[in-house]
């Protein structure tokens, strides 16, 4: 996972996240007087599964689908202010320029902290490093309390104890300890615990007192929550920065308190109850809550939140399994909800890989094809609807479209009237470039021939990002992602897309299952052919990713009309240097060749 793709994965999962909170919120309103203690707290699971595993098969009924009407509209309309100047060249029409055999790539400068990612993950690391030691920090504290702490050897406070173990069903062997540090009675250590108490409070409390303060500690234990505990502080220090997940996680470890004294109610009797209610509120007045309560798990908590515990244990009875089979019903469909994604592969476009193809695929070894590179191949034969792939990892795999993005840019101008037809000339202005043929007014089918990205970026920067943006996500266009900025986010920066998405997006173009119009996709067509040789015509884009001098991204995409059958193809190749668009367009017309395509 690159840095892009990491980066876009964290935001993505923190989003979710957040809209995930506001529907588990929404749900405790509605449902409250229905859910048990427990049931509250466990809704809260939800958030866990969301944040460690944000991607899921997509679902009509997520709740994430909201996303697609927040992010999607009928934004396609340019105003006759932002045209750019431009005119039709009716001095010299171009009818036959084809796209050359050369490949045409400026080269961009990168540092890591060049883009705002390297900004972005900086900040967000130096938020991770400084939780994380603190919380090292605490943890030492917490061993070194452990360490120093001294085993009770009171016989009836053992007798005491083995009974609770025995009443909660504990296994293994907690070990009961005292401390002159604490203020609070505690349940610490996920792998070797145990059950801390304040020095003094053995002779402070009555024994029935000690008993459900016990037995609270020991449910902690049982019910795991020393390691839920821990799972919740490391999602918190990744997502540091999202106020909202810090939130949800200090109203689950209150919910947690709650849930615990029902499973502690559940174990005693009737007219035990007042009792054990009495004892929160005694060992309130006399004991206070750790600030450092992150990794333990305690009898007291914040004074804020008592009321609720006390009014849960007024209120308490037991669970019938009615009550259990309809919190169970409930956590799966709020599961159905939460846990799908939304359609049209919002999830999915964050990632750094395109969907697998459920589709007729056979894989073929083209290695020999691709020596010296890290390289894929997809062939789609239209009429049998068949694909051919080499490299299925890589094939999947998103990465910068560079220059072969000037057929969607060509076709949002054209389509936004920003362009007219393929004879639109715009001016230089004067820069100058290394590539000498970029030097001069250019048309669209000139500046697609030599691949002008000056003349695309001036395109772009008048349709706008809003409008861009929308019609790569109708098109599914990798990860739709212009976080790079208008006039780079194609080159080597945050756009990406896979080669299978390239064919994807290919075959909609040459079947007009593209939210363009027919006249504007054969515009399109037209400035992207290649050449006629004997077997067929060849269509195509070249693309080439050069970082900083290199070139390391090499992109062909086409499609090639061979004796009355249509063959589109996206070749992808990676390297550390020469990995550029010429050689994609090499190996291509190789492997086209030798298949009896071209």
């Known amino acids: 996972m690159g840095l892009n793709s990491f980066i876009s994965w964290l935001l993505y999962s923190s989003l979710m996240g957040s809209i995930l909170i506001g529907f588990i919120i929404v749900i405790r309103l509605v449902l409250k007087n229905r859910m048990g203690a427990n049931w509250q707290y466990l809704i809260w699971f939800l958030l866990i599964l969301k944040l460690l595993i944000p991607y899921a098969p997509e679902s009509s009924f997520s709740v994430f689908n909201i996303l697609n009407h927040l992010t999607t509209g009928n934004y396609f309309q340019t105003k006759d202010a932002e045209k750019i100047e431009l005119y039709t060249d009716k001095r010299s029409p171009i009818t036959k320029l084809w796209n050359t055999s050369d490949d045409y790539a400026l080269s961009v400068n990168r540092t890591f902290f ?17 939780l994380t030691a603190y919380l090292i920090k605490m943890t030492i504290k917490q061993n070194v309390i452990i360490k120093n702490s001294l085993r009770v050897k009171d016989s009836g406070i053992i007798r005491l104890f083995a009974e609770c173990k025995h009443t909660i069903n504990v296994k293994g062997s907690p070990l009961l300890v005292e401390s002159a540090t604490i203020r609070s009675p505690m349940a610490v250590g996920a792998t070797g615990p145990h059950i801390i108490l304040p020095t003094g409070i053995i002779d ?36 540091w920065f999202n106020p909202l997940i ?15 004294d029902a499973y502690v109610l559940s174990a005693l009797k009737p007219d035990e109850y007042k009792s054990y209610g009495a004892t929160i509120i005694s060992l309130l007045e006399k004991y206070s809550y750790p600030a450092w309560s992150y990794t333990i798990a305690g009898f007291t908590s914040g004074k804020d939140h008592i009321k609720n515990r006390i ?4 209120t308490y009875k037991k669970g019938t399994v009615a009550r259990v089979i309809w919190g169970i019903l409930l956590f799966l469909l709020a599961g159905c909800f939460v846990l799908t994604s939304a359609q049209g592969t919002y999830g999915a476009a964050q990632t750094g890989k395109s969907p697998k193809l459920n589709q007729n695929i056979a894989y073929e070894d083209l290695s020999s094809y691709f020596r010296g ?37 060509s076709l949002v101008g054209l389509e936004t009237g920003v362009l007219t037809d393929e004879t639109t000339r715009l001016e ?45 996500k109708q098109i599914g266009y990798g990860n739709y992602d212009l976080a790079g900025g208008l006039t780079d986010f194609w080159l080597e920066s945050s756009l990406e897309i896979s080669p299978i998405e390239q064919v994807e997006m290919l075959k909609k173009l040459y079947t007009y299952e593209m939210p363009f119009s027919r006249r504007n996709i054969d515009i399109v067509k037209k400035v992207i052919q290649v050449s006629e040789q004997d077997r067929g015509t060849l269509y195509g884009k070249t693309g080439t990713g050069i970082v900083n001098g290199n070139s390391i991204n090499g992109w062909f995409v086409g499609y090639v009309e061979s004796e009355g059958k249509v063959y589109i193809f996206a070749t992808n190749i990676q390297g550390k240097e020469r990995a550029d668009g010429a050689n994609a367009k090499n190996i291509t017309c190789s492997i086209l060749k030798d298949k009896n395509i071209l």
């Not at 694909?387 to 999947?396: A, E, G, K, L, T």
């Not at 395109?459 to 861009?468: A, E, L, M, R, Y």
Request: charged share 20%; glycine share 4%.
């Open 114 to 130: 060049d883009s705002g990612d390297g900004v972005v993950f900086a900040v967000w690391l130096i938020g991770v490093i400084s």
């Open 204 to 239: 402070n409390v009555s024994k029935s007192e000690l008993r459900f303060i016990l037995l609270h500690e020991l449910a902690h234990l049982k019910r795991g929550d020393l390691y839920i505990n821990w799972i919740t502080v490391y999602l918190q220090i990744l997502h």
């Open 246 to 260: 810090w939130y949800a996680f200090y109203q689950m470890r209150q919910d947690r308190e709650v849930a615990c």
């Open 311 to 314: 009014a849960m244990i007024a």
């Open 373 to 409: 590179y890290n390289g894929t191949f997809v062939l789609l034969d239209l009429e049998r609807d068949r694909y051919q792939v080499y490299n299925d990892d890589n094939s999947r795999k998103r990465v910068s479209p560079n220059s072969t993005y000037k057929i969607i840019s």
């Open 428 to 472: 230089w202005d004067g820069t100058t470039y290394s590539i000498e043929r970029w030097n001069s007014d250019q048309t669209l089918a000139s500046a697609m021939a030599y691949s002008v990205s000056w003349y695309f970026q001036k395109v772009d920067s008048v349709v706008g990002k809003t409008i861009i943006e929308n019609y790569l």
